[in-house]
């Protein structure tokens, strides 16, 4: 952002700690729009009234298990993409290491590779299978890639200077 309106000297002239507080607001912005834009999705797919999905399951309960996934999604690879861009130092290079990356996990390969492990497995997970805990353990492995991808931004930003 800092590239493009021609602020980068200054923003690098910020002490290391204001600029990981900088980031971490965008970030938390950019995460609350999305969640937000999931959930009018959401309401707007059952608003529809489609056939039954529930298979038993009350609506809230549905609704919390989409947002746990979501935001286990939405916190990843929003991590993941400010570490790349900073690491890179091109937005574009970034966007196109992290697409590089999704194609691959979502892949045959990829999916096969990691099982219920992988990133995306609550969206190929059966409807009769919402409540067990296989595509759980996917969201977890997002949330703790997540965090590690946090603790290390302070490293990125250091190596970027």
């Excluded at 204001?18 to 969640?35: E, F, N, T």
């Excluded at 999931?38 to 707007?44: E, N, T």
């Excluded at 399951?57 to 900073?86: D, E, N, R």
Aim: charged fraction near 10%.
């Amino acid at each position: 952002m800092e590239v493009k309106s021609k602020r980068a000297d200054v923003f690098h002239l910020y002490d290391q700690k204001k600029q990981l507080k900088v980031i971490s607001q965008r970030v938390g912005v950019q995460i609350l729009y999305l969640l937000i834009l999931s959930c009018v999705g959401y309401v707007l797919f059952f608003w529809q009234k489609p056939g039954s999905v529930n298979e038993g399951i009350s609506g809230i309960q549905i609704f919390l298990l989409y947002f746990i996934a979501m935001f286990g999604t939405i916190w990843l690879w929003s991590i993941c993409s400010v570490i790349l861009c900073t690491l890179l130092g091109n937005m574009w290079a970034g966007i196109g290491c992290l697409f590089g990356i999704v194609i691959g996990l979502i892949s045959k390969a990829g999916s096969s590779f990691f099982g219920n492990l992988g990133l995306f497995s609550f969206s190929s997970c059966k409807l009769n299978q919402l409540m067990s805990e296989s595509w759980i353990y996917g969201t977890l492995v997002s949330f703790i890639v997540g965090l590690l991808l946090f603790a290390v931004l302070p490293m990125a930003l250091k190596k970027r200077g």
